[in-house]
Nanobody, 127 residues
Framework: QVHVVESGGGLVQAGGSLRLSCAAS????????MAWFRQAPGKEREFVAA????????RYAESVKGRFTISRDNAKNTVYLQMNSLKPEDTAVYYC????????????????????WGQGTQVTVSS
C-alpha cells in the first residue's frame, strides 16, 4: 500500500499557475502508476492526468491538455502536477492516487482502479 499526501493548492487568479505535489510513503512509488483527479462541488470526480511508474508515458484529460503537466521524481517519492493558464473551471479539490503496478509500465485513468488516495488539496481560480 502507498500512502499519499497532496500539497500546493491555493487561491490563484485566472491565467495564473500552481504546482501541486503528492508525497508518497510506505511502498516506494517507483512501483506505482500515479494519477491526479479532481472533484468540483456537485460534480463527480474526474480524471486530470496520469503517469506510468517510469514516468515515460503520460495522459491528460482534454480539458487540461497543453496547460497541465504531470511529472514524477521517484528518488524523492513525489509526483507533481504543474498547472498553467488556470481557468475558473479548474476550481476543484485535487486528489492524488496511486496504484501498485508490478507487471509493467502501464497507465491507468479510471478512479475505480486506484487503491490509494490522498485527502485532497483545494484549488480555487478566481475570474
Amino acid at each position: 500500500q502507498v500512502h499519499v499526501v497532496e500539497s500546493g493548492g491555493g487561491l490563484v487568479q485566472a491565467g495564473g499557475s500552481l504546482r501541486l505535489s503528492c508525497a508518497a510513503s510506505g511502498r516506494t512509488i517507483s512501483m506505482a502508476a500515479m494519477a491526479w483527479f479532481r472533484q468540483a462541488p456537485g460534480k463527480e470526480r474526474e480524471f486530470v492526468a496520469a503517469i506510468t511508474r517510469s514516468g515515460r508515458i503520460t495522459r491528460y484529460a482534454e480539458s487540461v491538455k497543453g496547460r497541465f503537466t504531470i511529472s514524477r521524481d521517484n528518488a524523492k517519492n513525489t509526483v507533481y502536477l504543474q498547472m498553467n493558464s488556470l481557468k475558473p473551471e479548474d476550481t476543484a479539490v485535487y486528489y492524488c492516487a496511486a496504484k501498485i503496478t508490478p507487471l509493467g509500465d502501464i497507465i491507468f485513468t479510471s478512479p475505480a482502479l486506484f487503491g490509494s488516495w490522498g485527502q485532497g488539496t483545494q484549488v480555487t481560480v478566481s475570474s
